[in-house]
């Protein structure tokens, strides 16, 4: 059974930074497509950002130039640096790991999920 826990998510003010990171146990996340995505308050899962094995690190239009993904394959995790932040980014940010298929902003199309981490963000 693969279980994958997020971290690092606060309250933080407008403009400020934060960085969550995602581990796995038992798979590689450097051998599989895996992202980011995040539930603000009353709406639906949206997808952040993703590291794929052909294309790198992409992007969601709202957090380009804000948000950075990267792997640290010595320790095995998925972190999501995000800076100037704003109240928009405000929810529940979930890792989703093992792509299936399809592109990388869909939900469904991701195997293991963590229990998502908490941020939110003031004006």
């Known amino acids: 059974q693969v279980e994958v826990v997020e971290s690092g998510g606060d309250s933080v003010q407008a403009g400020g930074s934060l960085r969550l990171s995602c581990t796995a146990s038992t798979i590689s996340m450097s051998g599989f497509d895996v992202a980011w995505f995040r539930q603000p308050p009353g709406k639906q899962l949206e997808g952040v950002a993703a590291?794929?094995?052909?294309?790198?690190?992409v992007y969601a239009d709202s957090v380009k130039g804000r948000f950075t993904i990267s792997k640290d394959t010595s320790k095995n995790t998925l972190d999501l640096q995000m800076d100037n932040l704003n109240p928009g980014d405000t929810g529940v940010y979930y890792c989703a790991t093992v792509k299936k298929s399809g592109n990388w902003f869909t939900a469904v199309n991701y195997v293991y999920w963590g229990q998502g981490t908490q941020v939110v963000v003031s004006s």
């Open positions: 590291f794929l094995s052909d294309e790198g690190a």
